[in-house]
């Protein structure tokens, strides 16, 4: 049952940093493919350009914003919400805001595994 006090369209989304300045602050980490930095925590904002599906637990989301882009690697251990809800709502061109964990996916492609969207 959805709880009709909580707005599931909020005007508001705090975000952290840019997904340019996410980029230029975690691209030249020397962090190892497939590693996310537990302890660290960003929230971005940006427009989904593009949804690939890898398999029923794991979604690849390129979202772009401010000139750059990032990819989103959305998995159903690390997210804390409805996963199969969240998989199957989002759409291209939808803006999202994202809060996760900054790392490299295995082909070692900068990227946010998010907790919250």
Do not use: C, W
């Amino acid at each position: 049952m959805r709880d009709e006090n909580k707005n599931p369209y909020p005007h508001k989304f705090h975000r952290t940093l840019r997904i340019d300045e996410f980029t230029n602050k975690y691209s030249g980490k020397e962090i190892q493919n497939n590693v996310f930095l537990e302890d660290v925590t960003e929230s971005i904002t940006g427009r989904i350009m593009s949804i690939r599906e890898a398999s029923a637990k794991l979604v690849f989301i390129d979202l772009h914003g401010d000139e750059h882009k990032v990819q989103v690697l959305l998995t159903a251990n690390a997210y804390k919400g409805d996963f199969e809800f969240i998989r199957t709502s989002m759409r291209r061109g939808d803006i999202i805001g994202v809060t996760g964990n900054p790392g490299n996916s295995k082909t070692g492609e900068l990227s946010i595994r998010p907790s919250e969207i």
